[in-house]
């Protein structure tokens, strides 16, 4: 499968995993640092979370001008990669509760600016890569492949988090307690009610508060917990130190692909090879390219509620502790020798396998499942975990997902009934639909977070994980068809002169869904849990109607 692409994709899989552990070890923490640091509201911390996800998704718009008019791809990925590390490191610098704001708004901005110039970029790239015949046919499962390099960084970004939090916490003699930010700043406002109840969440922490030092532990644990939060936002420069070094020393295996049209023109060697379209082949490319963004604006509008309303009901509505067979799914040290323990089983067993590899997987099998059995023998009979272990699901499903996925559409490809690439999409919106639909049930005869005034819902309230869980499972399938089938779909649909603008343009589709992320956030403190993902499974159901009722035209674009 892999002696099927050109090498330059694991350049681009190895660089955009640095990246991307870096951006996901911040967006697991980042709305949970905004209400522990500075106390906002939910819908105060949707609109800075909606407005910074859309600037990071818009901005590559920015970058595809810059890369097809000035710079060309690579040096323009560069840049951004250097923009991107001065921003986390900005944002990694800590300051006490309540400051600093002015300089996160400013780190932010440099962030969104440096993925704008990076991340479109590097996926015009990887589209060239395939421009050459003996890799055309591979595209959508390049692209799959490409797509997982994503998702192994994001898988390892939550745990990474928490650890580094946790660190910091401990070291000024604290632990992690979901219910502690919002009643320190509602105390310190002089607006909680129940004090007795919080002054014994503070005395679990240190048995030595008392009424009158409940004031200096408020402000200890917010500081100390938003110092572990920057200190988990220094992560990225690290990932991104790493993801420059790759880009850079091996450029030679992605050099043939990393020119713009307007360079070819200028390149004697490369004259032959551009492409013209006629105005009208342009013009229906172009129409069937925005009708596919216009789209998936309310695929990711969804999916990125993962960093928002879904990580407020990990926090607020989900068991904050879980038995030693459940805590398996929350550590990535004892699931991952169980995935691998089973990929050897299936390697051992595979039909066609030769002897080497057979005995490769038989070892595999019996190494990783020793190493599960004693990591779960570590396990206490409680074990609580933090809101943002949940993202690690659907990057660990994606990882899991993925082979299985690139080997459903090969055997479709063999029979010649394999999907068009929007029809991909629009089954990825139904599949999106359900998901929602299942935390919808989950949610019903839950107390709308209106009615618990913000916080953590009683321990008798508090449902299981395995609802977030499966929601997580179906998205991610959801997310196979539609993300790296719609980037397939630009490279391939994209005018050549073009190309690294309609890659921004595909973000900027993405940045729309994002910023519609804080109208969903602000409906958190108005509506019953249940019809919260109930509207988002309805507007998934419109956004498959609408597809496949331009289904004709979209795949008469890609001929």
Request: glycine fraction near 8%.
């Amino acid at each position: 499968m892999l002696k099927e692409h050109p090498k330059g994709l694991y350049i681009a899989f190895f660089a955009n995993m640095g990246e991307r552990f870096g951006f996901y070890t911040m967006v697991a923490i980042f709305i949970l640092f905004m209400q522990a640091k500075y106390g906002l509201s939910a819908a105060a911390a949707s609109q800075v979370y909606g407005i910074f996800m859309a600037s990071v998704y818009f901005l590559p718009v920015v970058g595809g001008l810059i890369a097809d008019r000035i710079f060309g791809y690579g040096k323009t990925i560069s840049i951004g990669l250097i923009t991107m590390f001065l921003g986390y490191l900005l944002l990694s610098l800590p300051s006490q509760m309540g400051t600093g704001f002015g300089m996160i708004v400013v780190a932010l901005a440099v962030i969104a600016l440096g993925t704008g110039l990076f991340k479109g970029n590097l996926q015009a790239l990887v589209g060239n890569l395939y421009d050459a015949p003996q890799y055309s046919s591979f595209r959508d499962r390049g692209f799959n492949i490409f797509y997982m390099g994503i998702n192994i960084g994001a898988m390892f970004a939550p745990t990474a988090a928490e650890e580094i939090s946790n660190w910091i916490l401990a070291k000024s003699g604290f632990f992690y307690d979901a219910r502690i930010p919002a009643m320190a700043h509602s105390f310190l406002r002089g607006k909680l009610e129940k004090i007795e109840d919080y002054l014994a969440i503070a005395q679990a922490q240190d048995p030595s508060v008392t009424l009158a030092t409940l004031k200096t532990f408020s402000e200890s644990y917010i500081n100390s917990l938003s110092k572990s939060y920057h200190y988990g936002f220094g992560v990225a420069c690290i990932s991104l130190v790493i993801s420059m070094l790759v880009f850079w020393i091996f450029r030679k295996y992605y050099q043939q692909a990393d020119m713009t049209e307007k360079q070819k023109i200028k390149s004697e060697a490369y004259k032959d090879k551009i492409v013209e379209l006629t105005p009208e082949k342009t013009r229906q490319r172009m129409i069937a390219l925005f009708l596919v963004f216009f789209v998936v604006i309310f695929f990711w509008m969804s999916f990125h509620q993962s960093g928002l309303t879904m990580t407020y009901f990990a926090r607020d509505y989900t068991m904050p502790s879980v038995g030693k067979l459940t805590n398996l799914w929350f550590d990535l040290f004892g699931l991952l020798p169980i995935f691998l323990s089973v990929l050897g089983a299936l390697f051992m067993l595979k039909k066609n396998s030769t002897p080497t590899i057979r005995l490769v997987g038989a070892v595999g099998f019996v190494l990783f499942a020793v190493l599960a059995y004693l990591r779960f023998n570590t396990y206490q009979e409680t074990n609580p975990f933090t809101p943002q272990k949940f993202q690690h699901f659907n990057p660990f499903f994606i990882v899991v997902l993925t082979p299985i996925i690139i080997g459903l559409f090969s055997y479709l490809n063999r029979k010649g009934i394999e999907p068009s690439a929007p029809r991909k999409i629009g089954i990825g919106m139904l599949i999106t639909a359900c998901s929602f639909a299942v935390l919808s049930i989950g949610s019903m005869g839950l107390a709308s977070p209106k009615v618990l005034g913000g916080q953590v819902a009683p321990a008798d309230m508090l449902v299981s994980p395995y609802w977030l869980i499966s929601t997580y499972f179906i998205i991610t399938i959801a997310e196979l068809f539609t993300s790296p089938m719609g980037i397939s779909f630009v490279s391939r649909v994209s005018p050549p002169k073009y190309k690294g603008m309609m890659q921004g343009f595909w973000f900027a589709a993405t940045a729309t869904g994002n910023y519609l992320l804080a109208i969903i956030g602000a409906l958190w403190m108005k509506v019953p849990l249940w019809l919260l993902w109930a509207i988002l499974a309805g507007c998934c159901l419109i956004s498959a109607t609408v597809i496949f009722s331009i289904m004709k035209r979209l795949e008469r674009a890609t001929k």
